[in-house]
Structure formats: C-alpha cells, structure tokens
C-alpha cells in the first residue's frame, strides 16, 4: 500500500513549457485534489475531484487543468509555465470530503 | 471569505519546553478545524481535529480546543522533543451543510516552523 504517490519529485522548466504533475492513490479514494504551497503563504487549493470524471476550480485554477478519467489517478497540467507556478505541489486523497485527506509527497517545481 | 491566521514564526524551543502556536480563524458558521504538521521532505499528517465548539482533538501528546468565542484553535505541548521539529499548519473547512462541495476543502494557515534544540 504506497499511499499518494507524486512524480517527479523535482523539476525545472523554462517559461512557456507546458508539463504534467502526476499524482496516484491506491486507497480507492473517490476525494483527490491539488495544493500548491508557497512560502508564508501556507497551501492553497487549485482544483479538485469528488469521483471519476468529476472536477472543479478551488482557490487558485488559473493557468492548470485537470481531470479524472479513473479513481487512482489525477494529473495536474500546466498549459504554459510561468515563473509565477514556482512552488511545491502537494496531491492529496481521501475517502469522501468528510475523511481525513492524505497528502502525498511533493513536487517542487521551478520555472525560469 | 474563510481565513486562517496562524502566529509569526519560527519558533525556537529546547527539549521538555511548552509549546503554544496560536491559531485564529475567521468563517461563517461552525467549520471543522485541523492541525497538520510536515516533517522535512514529507507531505503534510494530520495531527488532530475538532469538528464543534469546544471538542478538543489530541495526539501524540498535542492538543487544541475549539473556542468559538475567540475563533481560535491554538495548539500546545507540555514538553517537546527533538523529534517534534516541522512545520505546523492550522487549517479549516467549512461546515457540513455549508451546501455544494464546500465541506472538504481545505483553508491553510501559513504554518508555523518549530525546530527544537536537546
């Protein structure tokens, strides 16, 4: 049982690429969702799903899709990187919206 | 709309010290409330949580009350360890029944670090 599992652990990209954060739970969650965190800041949502084929905007959207095409995984897209996206991206799962979330790992992301 | 604010950081204790990191709230209603905490290079635990107006959540010796009076939250310790250095995150959501998908999704404080010396 691995949990929340975040790829990659770092990556840099230059301003204007685009690029995929993965996120996977094996815990059959139907609740996952995307965190950025910045400093002094705290964590900020960005997008989130209650089930398979079901999304939707939190705090912060703008410049990331998502979607859900199965109940293990939800990819977090940056369409075209800005130096403003520099931040570490936390993916977090839970049973439902009522139960404890679990937040995986971690991707530190820095665009130049 | 939903707000935490956590106090100013870092704090710098030594071993068997008490700990208090406050945390104040601003919401509507009676929203759930949380305490998360992130050791180096990990996601974020959470530590403990109250979901009404004067429960209080514990774990692993800490512990916060729900003070709806004061819209606060604040955590302690009796006596840190060395092992208790990380991150701490004060957090809420809003109440069930808040309608829509409101309820799961989380209001972060800017976190507090607590690094603590032998």
């Known amino acids: 049982n691995a949990g929340v599992t975040q790829t990659p652990k770092f990556q840099v990209l230059k301003t204007g690429q685009s690029m995929t954060l993965q996120c996977a739970q094996d815990?059959?969650?139907?609740?996952m969702s995307w965190y950025r965190q910045d400093p002094g800041m705290g964590l900020r949502l960005i997008h989130y799903?209650?089930?398979?084929?079901?999304?939707d905007q939190g705090e912060v959207p703008n410049g990331y899709n998502v979607s859900r095409s199965t109940t293990e995984d939800f990819p977090l897209r940056l369409l075209s990187a800005a130096p403003s996206q520099t931040s570490v991206y936390f993916c977090?799962?839970?049973?439902?919206?009522?139960?404890?979330?679990?937040f995986g790992p971690g991707t530190r992301l820095t665009v130049t | 709309g939903n707000s935490v604010t956590q106090m100013e950081g870092p704090v710098t204790l030594s071993e068997e010290a008490f700990l208090t990191i406050n945390c104040t709230y601003t919401?509507?209603?009676?929203?759930?409330l949380f305490w998360y905490v992130q050791y180096p290079g990990e996601g974020l635990q959470l530590l403990l949580k109250?979901?009404?107006?004067?429960d209080k959540g514990s774990n692993k010796g800490f512990e916060a009350t729900y003070r709806k009076e004061t819209t606060s939250f604040h955590l302690e310790k009796g006596s840190v360890q060395v092992s208790d250095s990380a991150v701490y995150f004060c957090?809420?959501?809003?109440?069930?029944?808040?309608?829509?998908?409101?309820?799961?999704?989380?209001?972060f404080g800017q976190g507090t670090i607590l690094t603590v010396h032998p």
């Open positions: 977090a799962s839970s049973r439902d919206r009522f139960h404890e979330q679990y």
């Open positions: 815990m059959n969650h139907e609740y």
């Open positions: 799903s209650v089930g398979a084929g079901i999304t």
């Open positions: 919401a509507t209603g009676y929203p759930s």
């Open positions: 109250a979901t009404k107006a004067d």
């Open positions: 957090a809420l959501t809003p109440p069930y029944g808040a309608g829509g998908t409101s309820y799961g999704k989380l209001t």
